[in-house]
């Protein structure tokens, strides 16, 4: 019978819809996958450290940018590629130097990120400026203030512990301790009402305030939660480059970015999610060293970078597109 | 005062604690006023809610109720004026937080949700803490599913994305959201409008229940019937303030009617303006052939002829939507809409060919139509700004006129025609959107539920109008979930059940009882007058 046919074919269709949308990543993921499957092909001895190593900073910087984006009313933050550099800047000139290599030092970045994220927040929320703008006005004082200190670069001295980020710790890719952190935070932060509050707050801001939360102090916390994520990924950028340089600032801006469209995460807020980051940030990154294995220029990078971008949100729009608009 | 103790939300009102301070008011407000930029919304409100009482509020849009409402619930500070909780004078909640935490629950206009997130998200909002939980889990769960249960009387899977659900369904949740709380309070500010007729009927037993245990219910409304069902007292608002208070018994629908408008003009004088139906019964304009809403649903005809004025009823979500969107040329699952025009066929296979065969069509969202950073004047001219076109350039003049023309015929009350659109009353808006279609002189105008929301003096304008258009010629199809309208207005109505053309009915035979048995699938002997 072919309308029995045809309603098998809906129900697996709406079946997939679902899929696509309760896991807004799943096509990141394939194409991760496939993207993981051609390099290893291509090149067998694919470095795991190594490639996680490289991994790590764009990685984090994606994930970085997602909170703000999800919390909605044009939530963006600019500003996370200059503030990783700016933390990896004062670890390498001011705090390794003086001994605070340590975890004290750590513990002093982390604080400084957060505080950064939480400058931003306010601005926002309290002198309403458009995330877009005051994060593009810290973007450029950051960027400023990375050049001003770390004007010519300087290899990094007084902590040894901080490359074995970047390599093994007891045979494990350093990278698995640092690029988990955010997503082990994001997790704790489903086990209390704050998480659910912000989608809730990036999905319908006006109907959280009317609900009785407190739509600011989320949108302020996430910011927050943001520069937090960067602050680990600048000890990430520290742990590979071994050096700082103001020059490197801004170039984690807009891949990270793309890392989270690509992830699946809706840039009006409330849908996605920081592993979608993570899955669009990995897509991004095996799509360069493929590309590079073959010698393809890394102007033509970029093109491609645009292409998958594109062709991923279409995708996630056509796949979760309802076929009848509820009444 | 029980009532203003922080973090009562989880522990259910007995009834007990509510008998003893039954004398006190739940709420009083005192001489309230309230200005957004030029206008004043409030001028001296003043209300009072006992424990136990279903008291309705009830006036013409900008008559203040929902700014009083919002002024409870924490989302507006008032200018002058004070608002008594209790025994306890405070100068209203500050923010919704405050409000809820002195026991008052919400149920705005606008169906209020997170879209993105799942029901049972959508009915907790807001009653944790960033950090701590102050309901557990399993509770929640529990608590969403019961009180779901019984207004929507049947089961629904609190997991489910709320965007997935209908309108009702939302609204449905929105109105749980408020029940979760176990209000002190209850404002339900149109709560209704949003509902299909039987959850709304479930919704008005529990209504009757809270009551009992002594919980105050504030109740908006533009359905006379829903306050002559459920209040026990009215209070109505005009121009900004409270003008009677009423107990149930002493009111009648044209009493309260006039109270809110200062007229006594009511529906039926509108299809009396009109000539009779043969006088102006003209050609078919727009025929739909064999169409179908649903794959598994029963094709059906439908021919409009110039002159009428045909209702498109139904419960929600049986397919009237569906309907006026395939006679858009928006499509249908089979079948051709047909324009007919000076004896040609013209198949209308999308909106912008049904613009062009005169077909206009003004949506059910008001805004979703409007432009809302524009002016009035902006608003209007949209789609016919070719008309302004004055040897190339744009001519504000010849807008300014046409607007002024259609704005004196639909008597819309603006300050200048340069104001932003949302300067405008809600009635107002809707003109001046109904006017930009008409302005493009259509010969067919279709309206999806176009009075929803909208003030009873300019739903009467609004009647003058379609009586005035079908005299001319148009043929009107409007979809309406007001019954009085179908009944008092319409030439004929199609009824839609379960997305097929159930029946028409033709005006001489139109009822409450009649439309209401085709809902239900039924003749109108086997069902009483609703």
């Given at each position: ?327 | ?269 509108a299809r009396?303006e009109s000539k009779p139906l043969e006088q102006r019964l003209g050609?078919?304009v ?18 409009i002829r110039a002159g009428e004025l045909v209702g ?126 008409l302005?493009?002189?259509p010969r067919v105008l279709?309206l ?15 009647y003058t109008l379609l009586a005035q258009l079908v005299d001319e010629g148009v043929a009107v199809v409007m ?10 207005l319409m030439d004929r ?14 005006h ?23």
């Amino acid at each position: 019978m072919p309308e029995s046919a045809t309603e098998r074919r809906g129900e697996v269709l709406g079946r997939t819809r679902r899929l696509f949308v309760r896991y807004s990543f799943a096509f990141a993921l394939m194409l991760a996958i496939a993207l993981l499957i051609a390099n290893l092909v291509k090149t067998p001895n694919f470095g795991w450290t190594f490639e996680l190593a490289s991994l790590a900073p764009l990685a984090l910087a994606a994930m970085a940018s997602t909170p703000s984006i999800i919390s909605g009313g044009g939530g963006f933050d600019l500003s996370i590629s200059p503030l990783m550099a700016l933390v990896n800047i004062v670890f390498v000139f001011y705090l390794a130097p003086h001994g605070l290599g340590g975890v004290l030092g750590v513990i002093i970045v982390l604080v400084l990120g957060a505080l950064v994220g939480t400058v931003n927040g306010l601005l926002i929320i309290l002198a309403r400026v458009p995330p877009i703008v005051a994060t593009l006005a810290t973007y450029f004082i950051l960027i400023g203030i990375d050049l001003q200190i770390a004007s010519s670069p300087r290899e990094l001295q007084g902590s040894t512990w901080i490359s074995h980020l970047a390599g093994t710790v007891w045979h494990i890719p350093g990278a698995l301790f640092t690029i988990p952190v955010p997503l082990l935070i994001w997790f704790l932060l489903s086990r209390i009402p704050y998480r659910s509050m912000l989608y809730a707050v990036g999905s319908n801001d006006a109907t959280s305030f009317a609900s009785g939360v407190n739509v600011a102090r989320v949108r302020v916390a996430a910011y927050a939660l943001g520069g937090l994520f960067a602050a680990i990924g600048g000890l990430a950028l520290t742990g590979l480059v071994n050096s700082a340089a103001g020059t490197t600032a801004s170039s984690y801006t807009l891949v990270a970015i793309a890392s989270v469209a690509l992830g699946g995460t809706s840039l009006w807020g409330g849908r996605g999610g920081l592993f979608g980051s993570l899955i669009g940030a990995i897509t991004i990154y095996l799509l360069q060293t493929l590309l590079s294995s073959f010698q393809v220029s890394s102007s033509w990078l970029e093109v491609v970078y645009g292409i998958a971008l594109l062709v991923a949100v279409c995708f996630g729009g056509l796949v979760t597109r309802r076929r009848v608009a509820p009444a | 005062m029980a009532l203003m103790r922080g973090g009562r939300i989880a522990t259910p009102a007995g009834p007990a604690d509510a008998a003893v301070d039954a004398h006190i008011p739940l709420v009083r407000v005192t001489n309230v006023a309230k200005a957004f930029g030029a206008t004043q919304a409030l001028r001296d409100a003043s209300f009072e809610l006992r424990p136990g009482e279903v008291h309705s509020l009830i006036g013409e849009n900008g008559s203040g109720k929902s700014t009083l409402v919002k002024i409870l619930s924490g989302v507006h500070a008032l200018d002058r004026g004070t608002v008594e909780l209790g025994d306890v004078e405070v100068n209203a909640p500050r923010t919704p937080r405050e409000a809820q935490e002195s026991g008052i629950a919400t149920v705005f206009q606008e169906v209020l949700v997170a879209e993105a997130r799942s029901v049972l998200d959508n009915i907790w909002l807001g009653v944790d803490g960033l950090l701590r939980k102050r309901v557990p889990g399993s509770d929640k769960r529990a608590r969403a599913a019961e009180l779901l249960a019984e207004l929507l009387d049947r089961p629904l899977n609190v997991d489910t994305i709320i965007e997935e659900l209908s309108l009702s369904d939302r609204q449905a949740c929105c109105i749980v959201r408020a029940l979760v709380r176990d209000p002190r309070v209850l404002i339900l500010d149109e709560a209704t409008s949003a509902l299909d007729v039987a959850t709304r009927d479930r919704l008005f037993e529990i209504v009757r229940r809270l009551s009992k245990q002594g919980v105050g219910v504030i109740f908006i409304t533009h359905r006379l019937d829903e306050i002559n069902e459920l209040g026990d007292r009215v209070t109505v608002m005009r121009s900004g303030n409270t003008v009677a208070v009423l107990d149930r018994g002493t009111w009648t629908s044209r009493e309260l009617v006039h109270l809110m408008t200062g007229t006594d003009r009511l529906v039926q004088h509108a299809r009396e303006e009109s000539k009779p139906l043969e006088q102006r019964l003209g050609d078919a304009v727009l025929s739909g052939n064999g169409l179908r809403l649903h794959p598994e649903r029963a094709a059906f005809d439908v021919t409009i002829r110039a002159g009428e004025l045909v209702g498109v009823a139904g419960l929600e979500g049986h397919g009237q939507d569906l309907f006026l969107n395939a006679l858009r040329g928006g499509g249908a699952v089979d079948g051709v809409v047909v324009a007919h025009s000076d004896g040609d066929e013209i198949v209308v296979g999308s909106p912008s060919e049904a613009a062009a065969q005169g077909i206009a069509f003004v949506p059910r969202e008001r805004r979703q139509a409007l432009f809302a950073w524009m002016s009035i004047r902006e608003n209007f001219a949209m789609p016919t700004l070719d008309r302004d076109n004055r040897m190339g350039w744009l001519s504000m003049r010849a807008t300014r006129v046409r607007f002024s023309h259609w704005a004196k015929r639909m008597e819309v009350v603006f300050g200048k025609d340069g104001d932003r659109i949302t300067t405008l009353s809600g009635g107002n808006q809707q003109k001046v959107l109904i006017a930009r279609w008409l302005a493009a002189d259509p010969r067919v105008l279709l309206l999806n539920d176009p009075t929803r929301g909208i003030d009873i003096g300019a739903k009467g304008d609004f009647y003058t109008l379609l009586a005035q258009l079908v005299d001319e010629g148009v043929a009107v199809v409007m979809l309406s979930s007001e019954l009085d309208e179908h009944v008092d207005l319409m030439d004929r109505v199609l009824v839609f059940r379960e997305q097929a053309l159930f029946r028409q009915v033709e005006h001489e035979s139109l009822s409450r009882a009649e439309l209401v048995a085709a809902f239900f699938g039924q003749d109108a002997a086997s069902v009483v007058e609703a």
